[in-house]
């Protein structure tokens, strides 16, 4: 927690929580008539969710710290294999995590909010609450951030004998079914986004898949050179 408070000190003194909602909402903006701005409804809503905004991005940045911290906590209890694949494990799902966050912002949400503009009848003006833009931010990056974490969850489960790699390949029928109803779900009714997070889910799948293979022959590799087996007659 003092990590993020440090980074949130240091983010209210540059670029300020102002200059980072803006940035937030440069996607929603851009596609907006020029002569358009977002509103806030609420008699304090224009300091509060600037602040609300700050206080997210200094949790981001200072993830990395948060979870080095927790690393070097229950690093001493682990046995040594256990630690070679922890490691990677939290190193991996943190850059994910970010990962799907950038994808979100920079590819998704432009598309989606030109889609949206462009399919809004003209009679009508368009002027986005801002609290309602940043819960619907939160929601998108939440559900593009643990999307990403797809690669990471095959390769734990196949790791823990919990299922197998070639039960996970039967299993893609269903997992390309459910990725579409989850996309459908958690996304705003409209194709563009929800093809947005239905392909990566896919896509995510058989790259982990692909990554668990790697590991476990990897793993299979280490134990057999670390256990050999003498052929005594």
Do not use: H
């Amino acid at each position: 927690m003092l990590a993020v408070f440090v980074m949130l000190i240091g983010l209210l003194i540059w670029p300020g929580s102002a200059a980072i909602y803006d940035f937030l909402a440069l996607p929603l903006t851009q596609s907006l008539p020029p002569e358009t701005r977002m509103i806030a409804t609420g008699v304090i809503t224009p300091f509060v969710i600037p602040l609300k905004v700050t206080a997210l991005a200094a949790f981001l940045l200072a993830l990395p710290y948060v979870l080095y911290e927790a690393w070097a906590f229950v690093a001493p209890g682990l046995y040594e294999r256990e630690k070679k694949l922890a490691a990677p494990i939290i190193v991996g799902s943190t850059l994910l995590f970010f990962l799907g966050v950038a994808f979100c912002y920079y590819f998704v949400f432009g598309r989606v909010f030109a889609f949206i503009a462009d399919w809004a009848p003209k009679s009508i003006t368009v002027a986005p609450d801002i609290e309602n833009y940043l819960n619907f931010v939160i929601t998108m990056f939440l559900a593009f951030g643990v999307t990403f974490e797809i690669p990471i969850v095959v390769i734990l489960l196949a790791r823990s004998g919990i299922v197998s790699i070639e039960q996970m390949v039967e299993a893609r029928p269903y997992v390309v079914l459910g990725s579409a109803v989850v996309a459908a779900f958690i996304t705003p009714p409209d194709a563009v986004s929800m093809l947005a997070l239905f392909i990566p889910m896919c896509i995510l799948f058989e790259v982990g898949i692909l990554l668990a293979r790697f590991v476990g022959r990897r793993a299979a590799a280490q134990e057999a050179e670390s256990n050999p087996v003498s052929d005594e007659k």
